[in-house]
Structures are given as structure tokens and as C-alpha cells.
């Protein structure tokens, strides 16, 4: 099992920034693709930025050049920096860690932080 406590949500201005952190309750950098999600009212979960094991990122095309993802893998914690928010970066985000184990995707999540972006 593991446990996935975030913080750092809150309001920006547009053109603002943010840092959003995901404590992990043990190593799992090693095994686990870890990444970042975000929902908007009325609209589907999507993905925003996930990193790899081996360290590869990818982002979604809408935050490309403005976040970046991260982790401290001495803290077991990783990270979402939001620069040059926009109002349709407004959304529930949500930390989540994923694993392919004997086929099956085993995953979990955080408990979703809101970040609000408005004048």
C-alpha cells in the first residue's frame, strides 16, 4: 500500500506560479511511475506530467514549457511546478503513482488539492 499526501494548492494570478508536492510513504521512485492529474468542473480527469523510474517526463501538450515535474527520491517526494498560470489550469490536481504488476495496473492516488487561477 502505498499513501500519497499532497500539498501546495491555493490561488495564483494569471501569469503566476505554484509548487505542488506529493509525500510518498517509502521509496517507491524505483518501481512506480509517478505523476500528476487534474480534473476541472464538469470535465474528466486528465493527465499533466508523469516521470518515469529511469527519470523520462512527458507532459500534456497544454503544459508544455510552463510546468515541470520532479522528485527528491531522499524525501520520497515529487514535485509540480506551475509557472504561467492560466485560468484554464483552474482544477482539482491530483498526485497519483502507477505500476504494471503480473498485468495489472496497480495505482494510487492523493486526496486532490484545488488550484485557482484568477484575478
Known amino acids: 500500500q502505498v499513501q500519497l499526501v499532497e500539498s501546495g494548492g491555493g490561488l495564483a494570478q494569471p501569469g503566476g506560479s505554484l509548487r505542488l508536492s506529493c509525500a510518498a510513504s517509502g521509496n517507491i521512485f524505483s518501481i512506480y511511475v509517478t505523476g500528476w492529474y487534474r480534473q476541472a468542473p464538469g470535465e474528466q480527469r486528465e493527465l499533466v506530467a508523469v516521470?518515469?523510474?529511469?527519470?523520462?517526463?512527458n507532459y500534456a501538450d497544454s503544459v508544455k514549457g510552463r510546468f515541470t515535474i520532479s522528485r527528491d527520491n531522499a524525501k520520497n517526494t515529487f514535485y509540480l511546478q506551475m509557472n504561467s498560470l492560466n485560468p484554464e489550469d483552474t482544477a482539482v490536481y491530483y498526485c497519483n503513482a502507477a505500476r504494471l504488476r503480473f498485468g495489472a495496473r496497480i495505482e494510487f492516488w492523493g486526496q486532490g488539492t484545488q488550484v485557482t487561477v484568477s484575478s
Open positions: 516521470i518515469s523510474p529511469g527519470g523520462s517526463t
